[in-house]
Nanobody, 115 residues
């Protein structure tokens, strides 16, 4: 399973970005997909996730600003990020939890929020 994340970039505070993550390869089952981020000097943290039932989970810091969505037919997830803040600056990684609850990670895409 390979995950390809894209959509990162430089944006001003208050701006928006949309991240995409496409999964490819032999995928027997997807138990969940999600977005994580890691800022310099900090641990990787959950940003948003969605499971096979469509249930979504968000970090408190992004609730009301970020929206995760999924295109199941194409094994792709998206992260719509609005009202971005400098503290949202990080490398964003996508994660897929597949059969037997094995996790796969993408390579990360850098989001920089700065004026």
């Amino acid at each position: 399973v390979q995950l390809q994340a894209s959509g990162g970039g430089l944006v001003q505070p208050g701006g928006s970005l949309r991240l995409s993550c496409a999964a490819s390869g032999v995928i027997f089952r997807i138990n969940g997909m999600g977005w994580y981020r890691q800022a310099p000097g900090k641990q990787r943290e959950l940003v948003a996730s969605t499971n096979s039932l469509g249930t979504t989970t968000y970090a408190e810091s992004v609730k009301g600003r970020f929206t995760i969505s999924r295109d199941s037919a194409n094994n792709t997830i998206f992260l719509e990020m609005n009202s971005l803040k400098p503290e949202d600056t990080a490398v964003y990684f996508c994660r897929l939890t597949g059969k037997n609850w094995i996790d796969y990670w993408g390579q990360g895409t850098l989001v920089t929020v700065s004026s």
